[in-house]
Every structure is written in structure tokens, then in C-alpha cells.
């Protein structure tokens, strides 16, 4: 599919360029992209989550009250998970919520990602952008002229690019990666897609 190229100021240059339909015009597998989306999920958390159970808890082993005759259930500890104060049944404990997923899994995720995005029209293809400084101001003029400044936007750019990652890092709105980075859900979860002229050369070359 080609696609026009478009400057920062917004309007279409007399360039396009050719989006391989290998990547962006698959018909998209939505179980890779849920295993995918959902490890990249899982490898976010921290997993230091911890309570302390009955052995932890600090307070005296002393019974409670006699075995028989109060007309009561019988209570041993003060410890007990059943009692205020007292630790915590089969609580929750650090692990570690990794998991691996083939490569191949993870390029047709990636692909039918990008598959989605090329049919709902949400992909910009724009020259590459280039700030001699960090300027936030510099770069939300850019996607103003671009109509994305109320818009959830991925930017993909070819290489590492810190003047331009600087630049957007206080737009809450906006994410930039690299294209040897970008990840199934960075792709979903934006509303549109920003492509630079040398991330599609990188992007192809990876998914292919």
C-alpha cells in the first residue's frame, strides 16, 4: 500500500512510500496478539507484593480462653487468620510473573497490530524529525500542524533520537520509540500511528 509522506508543518510532500503488505496488510491473528499484549503486561509488574500470614505476625501465643465452656468456638491464638489483627490466609507473596513467548509469536503480534492500525487509517507517514535541542514547545507545534495534539499518538522513529524523545516526554498524550523497540501493545494502545521515513526500513527488516 503506498502512502503519502507528510512534512511537520502538516502538509503532503510530492514523496511516498510503499508499506509492505507483509507487514500492514496481513489479515491480523488476534490470539497472538493477546499473548503478546499480555506478556508484555506481566513483565510489568513488579511482583514485590507481600502480607504477612500467621507466622509473621508479632503477638503472644498465649490461649486465648479455656478449650470448653464458654458456649463459644474454641480460639487458640491471637494469630489466628480468622481474628482482627491476625495474619493473613494464603496472602500474597513476591514472585515473578515473566513469561516467554516464541519470536515468531511476537512478529505476527507486531504485524497484525500494524495490520489494524493500515485498516482503521490510522497510520501517518511523516519526514524524519530532526531538533537540533530539546523543545517541547517545538515538537507539540509539530503535531498541531499535524491535527494529534488531542490525539493518543506512538512515534516511531528510525534510530535513538534524544533531542526528539526529550522534547515529548512532558505530553502525556504522546510516546516516542525507536523502530528496533516498539512493542504489539505501544501499537494498540495509541489512537494513531506515527511512522518516520527511516523506521519503516527498520521495521520492515525486523518483521520480515
Given amino acids: 500500500m503506498e502512502v503519502k509522506v507528510i512534512d511537520s508543518k502538516g502538509k503532503a510532500t510530492s514523496k511516498k512510500v510503499t508499506l509492505s503488505d507483509g507487514i500492514?496488510?496481513?489479515?491480523?491473528?488476534?490470539?497472538?496478539?493477546?499473548?503478546?499484549?499480555k506478556q508484555h503486561l506481566a513483565n510489568r509488574r513488579q511482583g514485590t507484593h507481600k502480607s504477612k500470614e500467621r507466622a509473621e505476625i508479632a503477638g503472644s501465643t498465649r490461649k486465648?480462653?479455656?478449650q470448653k465452656g464458654t458456649g463459644g468456638a474454641r480460639a487458640g491464638s491471637v494469630k489466628s487468620g480468622t481474628r482482627v489483627g491476625g495474619g493473613r490466609i494464603f496472602g500474597p507473596r513476591p514472585?515473578?510473573?515473566?513469561?516467554?513467548?516464541?519470536?515468531?509469536?511476537?512478529?505476527?503480534?507486531?504485524?497484525?497490530?500494524?495490520?489494524?492500525?493500515?485498516?482503521?487509517?490510522?497510520?501517518?507517514?511523516?519526514?524524519?524529525?530532526?531538533?537540533?535541542?530539546?523543545?517541547?514547545?517545538?515538537?507539540?507545534?509539530?503535531l498541531s500542524n499535524l491535527n494529534l495534539l488531542n490525539e493518543k499518538v506512538l512515534m516511531i522513529v528510525g534510530a535513538g533520537n534524544d533531542n526528539v524523545y526529550l522534547s515529548s516526554r512532558n505530553l502525556q498524550r504522546v510516546k516516542v520509540v525507536s523502530a528496533d523497540s516498539v512493542n504489539t501493545y505501544d501499537v494498540l494502545n495509541a489512537k494513531k500511528v506515527v511512522l518516520t521515513e527511516s523506521s519503516i526500513e527498520v521495521i520492515e527488516k525486523i518483521l520480515n
Fill in 24 to 37: 500492514f496488510g496481513i489479515e491480523p491473528n488476534d490470539h497472538a496478539i493477546y499473548l503478546d499484549v
Fill in 64 to 66: 486465648i480462653k479455656k
Fill in 95 to 142: 514472585r515473578n510473573y515473566h513469561f516467554k513467548l516464541n519470536i515468531k509469536l511476537k512478529r505476527l503480534a507486531r504485524k497484525s497490530a500494524f495490520a489494524y492500525k493500515a485498516k482503521l487509517d490510522s497510520i501517518l507517514v511523516v519526514e524524519d524529525v530532526a531538533l537540533a535541542t530539546p523543545k517541547t514547545a517545538e515538537f507539540r507545534s509539530m
